[in-house]
């Protein structure tokens, strides 16, 4: 059963605007929210996180909204670069739990065309 | 080093062999993790280090599967008799401190069972 969703395999955005790519979860135990974003033949790399006592956090061209009262969260990059094309995965923490157990979703492959 | 290295990169190993792989966690890290990754997943956690001390292994899937950092330092994931279903990409992940949510992510060794 999955904790994580992100029901959407795949997203194509114009270059210049916004990409919002979304998660779901169940657990209302997860006290931390990250994205990481992944390029063909890399392992991810972390892009952003959110704690659960705050409902948006912003870093550049990316920012982060947590719905707790509706276990969603969304990224969104504003503009959308080419170089932004990529599978970027959501990924929770359970408050208290292992620190290293990470919960992935499944990921959203991103395409930005020129 | 610069960043998470893992070897080998790809192993291809006959159903029944052991298999061996190495982490090599970003120089001064202190917690290093282990996940597995099936194709159009997300990754899976598999278990974590603080320094040397193995911390939570319970997502190793059954006791063919060990793992040690005898030295806090490098690591190396062990499956005894593979099997088909052991196919994956393995991906280490090290992380600056035990209180640190940021993950950085090697390569990955894809791993083929024939």
């Known amino acids: 059963d999955q904790q994580v969703k992100q029901n959407s395999p795949s997203l194509s955005v114009q270059e210049g605007r916004i990409s919002i790519l979304n998660c779901d979860y169940t657990n209302s135990m997860f006290d931390y929210f990250l994205w990481y974003k992944k390029y063909p033949a890399e392992g991810p790399t972390f892009l952003i996180s959110i704690s659960s006592i705050k409902d948006k956090n912003e870093d550049g061209r990316f920012t982060v909204f947590l719905n707790k009262s509706a276990k969603h969260l969304s990224l969104h990059i504003v503009p959308s670069q080419p170089g932004d094309s990529a599978v970027y995965f959501c990924a929770a923490r359970v408050y208290g739990g292992s620190q290293g157990n990470l919960i992935f979703g499944k990921g959203t492959k991103l395409s930005v065309k020129p | 080093g610069a960043g998470v290295s893992q070897s080998p990169r790809y192993k291809v190993t006959k159903r029944g062999q052991d298999v061996a792989l190495r982490c090599d966690p970003i120089?001064?890290?202190?917690?290093l993790y282990w996940y597995r990754q099936a194709l159009g997943q997300g990754p899976e956690f598999l278990t974590y280090f603080n320094y040397e001390a193995q911390q939570d292994k319970s997502g190793l899937p059954n006791d063919r599967f060990s793992a040690e950092r005898p030295e806090g330092s490098i690591s190396t994931l062990t499956i005894q008799r593979t099997e088909q279903r052991d196919s994956a990409m393995y991906r280490c992940?090290?992380?600056?401190?035990?209180?640190?949510?940021?993950?950085?992510f090697g390569p990955g060794t894809r791993l083929t069972v024939l």
């Open positions: 120089s001064g890290h202190v917690s």
């Open positions: 992940a090290s992380s600056s401190n035990e209180g640190s949510n940021e993950q950085f």
